[in-house]
């Protein structure tokens, strides 16, 4: 058996996986709070995300009827970016900031300045560094609170952090070091040059963990810890990774030319590619896989969230909003929303608020404001995959994850709007799974006996047939013309 964490925005899930079988036994989740505030602060405390590992893992191994102690192997997938500042005895210094953190994106700014713009970021990391990312929340700690930054002894991201909880091992992995900001795509190195640029004592760059490869283990777990969540002591911890980086594996995209499109709290749309091909368009993030590639990435920051908030506002529950999304016809009846509610990634449109046009006495139904937020959301998607598809990247079949691919009109919106055919996998927690995956593989490394990603991937991802959707030539062509309208909006935004 194996354990699969995801430590997200909204709360952690956890699943255990059969190996043999490929099956998924049990899952389980608990949730996390936000700390908010009007100036883009997005927060959230790491103790939050220990008691929701705990309720989760529990909750997951009645759900699937094991002992813990038959699990052989832990993978933790993390929401990346978030920044986790620890003193010399490990312990937190302060909340986290997290990926969709906007309070930063003046640091982050003139951060930019200092590499030379987006094309010197491009060109020194890799990455062109964008709001959300860890980098800016180190300047932003020293210049908001530099009590807490004199203390600083120890960096990571939200899974090195469960990683060091679970082992008491400070490292890091390729996948998730590729969006702190400091880190080079191509050498698949630290940049420790920027950080001195923040405190030219040297005393970030001494903070950073070791890097390890994405099939390796960090360790075993620590025997309190093992009793606490009441697993198997000699369970070994996996390297683990980033979200993405997990629910590329979950997808069983670790190999170019599929396209996994998650519908999250964070709308994103990556590939695996084997080499580190940047590409000229700064929003495409060339981030490194955590099974040992790259992963080409655009992320928007409003999506289910921008859902959830037009489907609260209009008192709705996920059944009844899907049911009104597919009332409304293509184009909501000239209602088009730009959906930036916390500011946005892609389109780079950070200090952005969110927007309704086109609306008259007549169309502003219930139906028409569900269906121009799942409209407006998915556009954004459909803009960061034109820019993947410009930079040369297949996108033949999409398979969707995340909550908003539960809903049958929304998979069939997201066919017609990116003109491909779309498959769930059976798993939709798709993150948690490729952790238990990874941790199947880090494992087998370990004993020597290493086990291939694919075949442990063909193994236990398997897509629901009953859950697809074709695109269709017809919609498609008429979704081109309310996608140039959008388009034309965010220019004027621009
Ligand atoms: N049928 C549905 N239609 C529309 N939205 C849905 C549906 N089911 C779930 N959602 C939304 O999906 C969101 C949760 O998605 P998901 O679990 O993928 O988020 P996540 O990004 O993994 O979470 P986290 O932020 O914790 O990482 C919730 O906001 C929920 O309202
Ligand atoms: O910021 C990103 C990707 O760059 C988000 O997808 C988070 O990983 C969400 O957890």
């Known amino acids: 058996m194996y354990l699969g964490i995801d430590c997200g925005t909204q709360g952690t899930k956890a699943l255990v996986l059969d190996i043999h079988s490929g099956r998924v036994l049990g899952e389980g989740s608990a949730g996390h709070q936000l700390i908010s505030g009007a100036n883009g602060r997005r927060e959230q405390e790491p103790a939050d995300w220990l008691q929701a590992f705990e309720l989760a893992t529990a909750r997951a191994l009645q759900q699937a009827g094991v002992s813990g102690r038959e699990v052989l192997g832990i993978g933790v ?34 951060l930019l300045d200092l590499l030379g713009g987006e094309s010197g970021s491009l060109e020194r990391l890799g990455v062109a560094i964008a709001p959300g990312y860890t980098v800016s929340k180190l300047l932003w700690t020293r210049d908001h609170h530099p009590e807490v930054f004199a203390r600083i002894a120890y960096i990571l991201l939200p899974h090195d952090y469960l990683n060091y909880w679970l082992t008491g091992r400070f490292c890091a992995e390729y996948g998730d070091a590729s969006g702190s900001g400091y880190f080079n795509v191509r050498t698949r190195a ?94 495409v993030a060339t981030f490194c896989s955590s099974s040992a590639g790259w992963l080409p990435l655009i992320c928007t920051m409003n999506l289910t969230n921008a859902s959830g908030a037009i489907r609260e506002l209009l008192g709705l529950d996920v ?65 960061g995959l034109d820019l993947l598809r410009d930079s040369g990247i297949r996108s033949d079949a999409i398979r969707l994850i995340g909550g908003g691919a539960k809903s049958a009109p929304w998979r069939q919106i997201v066919a017609d709007i990116m003109g491909a055919p779309v498959a769930c996998p059976q798993h939709t927690e798709a993150a948690a799974l490729g952790a238990a995956i990874q941790a199947a593989w880090c494992v087998s490394h370990e004993q020597g ?34 996608y140039q309208r959008y388009r034309e909006l965010v220019r004027q935004l621009q």
């Open 319 to 383: 059944e009844a909003f899907g049911a009104l999304v597919g009332q409304a016809p293509i184009g909501a009846q000239g209602v088009l929303m730009l959906p930036f509610l916390n500011g946005e990634r892609v389109p780079a449109l950070p200090q952005a608020t969110a927007s309704l046009h086109g609306l008259t006495t007549d169309n502003l139904t219930r139906a028409n404001l569900c269906r121009a937020v799942v409209e407006g959301t998915t556009f954004g998607l459909r803009y």
């Open 77 to 110: 997938s993390g929401q990346q970016h978030g920044l986790v500042l620890l003193d010399a005895k490990g312990e937190v210094l302060r909340p986290a900031k997290l990926w969709c953190d906007t309070e930063s994106a003046a640091e982050n700014a003139q």
């Open 190 to 283: 630290w940049d420790s040059q920027l950080l001195e640029s923040i405190d030219p004592s040297g005393a970030l760059s001494r903070a950073l963990p070791e890097l390890i490869e994405s099939h390796r283990c960090v360790g075993p777990i620590r025997p309190q810890i093992a009793e606490l969540l009441g697993l198997n002591p000699r369970a070994l911890v996996a390297s683990g990774g980033g979200d993405n980086m997990m629910g590329a594996i979950g997808t069983g995209n670790i190999a170019p030319g599929a396209i996994t499109m998650s519908l999250g709290t964070s709308g994103t749309v990556y590939a695996y590619a084997d080499q580190p091909r940047v590409s000229p368009h700064p929003q």
């Open 449 to 482: 006996e290493a086990l291939s990603l694919d075949s442990l991937c063909e193994r236990c991802v398997t897509l629901d047939e009953t859950r697809g959707a074709q695109p269709d030539a017809l919609r498609s062509r008429a979704y081109e013309g309310v």
